[in-house]
T-cell receptor, first 118, second 116 residues
Framework: AQKVTQAQTEISVVEKEDVTLDCVYE???????LFWYKQPPSGELVFLIR??????QNEISGRYSWNFQKSTSSFNFTITASQVVDSAVYFC???????????????FGKGITLSVRP | KAGVTQTPRYLIKTRGQQVTLSCSPI?????VSWYQQTPGQGLQFLFE???????NKGNFPGRFSGRQFSNSRSEMNVSTLELGDSALYLC???????????????FGEGSRLTVL
């Protein structure tokens, strides 16, 4: 069975601080996908990144960066120079790679509530 | 282009009633999936429909059902409502094609159901 653990439940930082959101996953699949989604107060989940299990290259997108380490089954997300607009709930998720290559069944972590204070 | 639209946004029902929620996916998307979000259980996968066929199903009782129409719009139904069914129900759409945007789901703002 797949499992995603986000041990941090709430994080509060002051604007311009860097913050790292941790994600640890469990799966028996050799091929899988990892994701981060952001949920602002409006409710919809916003896709941030997808990484497949064969691509351990770290990624940077503006103030966001992701560190994927298969050896520790972790996929951590860092926000550099945080801003008030980054306040939201952040979810890490995992999906298997179905034979068809298409799979909408995601296993989500419980989410991390990030509050960025001015 | 228009995003995923869910209706109604809010609704209140009483135990034993049934409810139908609607989801209009992004134009061109053929896959629609549904998730239940509660404070206790978090986000849980309900089911996925692709080209009018249920392609995947989560661990929910038979009271939860869904369907997809030829225009890719989807509905989910919950019968004999229980207090524990109070939740935010999120719909997500994707192309759903093999080798395509696996897991890159586009979510609606959800339908918040309260069961009294």
């Amino acid at each position: 069975a797949q499992k995603v653990t986000q041990a941090q439940t709430e994080i509060s930082v002051v604007e311009k601080e860097d913050v790292t959101l941790d994600c640890v996953y469990e799966t028996r699949d050799t091929t899988y996908y990892l994701f981060w989604y952001k949920q602002p107060p409006s409710g919809e989940l916003v896709f941030l990144i997808r990484r497949n299990s064969f691509d351990e290259q770290n990624e940077i997108s503006g103030r966001y960066s992701w560190n994927f380490q298969k050896s520790t089954s972790s996929f951590n997300f860092t926000i550099t120079a945080s801003q008030v607009v980054d306040s939201a709930v952040y979810f890490c998720a995992l999906s298997e790679a179905a034979d068809t290559g298409a799979n909408s069944k995601l296993t989500f972590g419980k989410g991390i509530t990030l509050s960025v204070r001015p | 282009k228009a995003g995923v639209t869910q209706t109604p946004r809010y609704l209140i029902k009483t135990r034993g009633q049934q409810v139908t929620l609607s989801c209009s996916p992004i134009s061109g998307h053929r896959s629609v999936s549904w998730y239940q979000q509660t404070p206790g259980q978090g986000l849980q996968f309900l089911f996925e429909y692709f080209s009018e066929t249920q392609r995947n199903k989560g661990n929910f009782p038979g009271r939860f059902s869904g369907r997809q129409f030829s225009n890719s719009r989807s509905e989910m139904n919950v019968s004999t409502l229980e207090l524990g069914d109070s939740a935010l129900y999120l719909c997500a759409s994707s192309l759903g094609l093999a080798g395509g945007n696996t897991g890159e789901l586009f979510f609606g703002e959800g339908s918040r159901l309260t069961v009294l």
